[in-house]
């Protein structure tokens, strides 16, 4: 029995060697990635305009409040001016909701000077913050510039529709 255990130790005592220090960890189970479904944009968008004309369509349908100013980004917006058409229809793409012209009357400002529907109809302050809009996704909003050098964002406050 000695004889067994002097040749047993040993062994035993090099297992345990090897075994100190050595960080015992769980086995990991394969992580899932986070679930993500259709997660709402932030409820302030913002639309550049960097060039004649770009569009932007929306994933989703929401409640927009239009501004009453862009925000300029470039060196001079004075006697320049640009159209936001608002929810142009995918299916018809003469037709839209509103239009509003923004004009700037100094280097940094440019607000909306008026808002008129697909017939020219001018109608009334609807970016006092009081008037909200909706529009559905897979329409458009187009952005226009008379100016290759202006700079500037339209910034929304929307309310999402899942």
Not at 22 to 47: C, D, G
Not at 94 to 107: A, H, L, R, S, V
């Amino acid at each position: 029995m000695l004889a067994l255990t002097r040749k047993f130790c040993p062994f035993f005592a090099l297992i345990f060697m090897m075994s100190c220090g050595k960080k015992m960890t769980e086995s990991e189970s394969p992580s899932t990635p986070p679930l993500v479904q259709n997660q709402m944009p932030s409820s302030t968008l913002v639309l550049g305009i960097e060039n004649k004309v770009q569009t932007y369509i929306p994933k989703f349908s929401g409640h927009y409040l239009l501004p009453d100013r862009l925000r300029i980004r470039s060196n001079n917006a004075l006697g320049k001016i640009a159209t936001i058409i608002y929810n142009i229809r995918a299916d018809d793409p003469e037709t839209y909701d509103i239009k509003c012209i923004y004009k700037g009357n100094t280097d940094t400002s440019m607000p909306v000077d008026r808002c008129v529907d697909q017939y020219g109809v001018d109608v009334g302050n609807i970016t006092n913050g009081q008037t909200v809009m909706i529009f559905d996704a897979g329409n458009s909003i187009e952005l226009k510039s008379n100016s290759e050098e202006l700079k500037a964002d339209a910034i929304y406050d929307v309310d999402w529709i899942p």
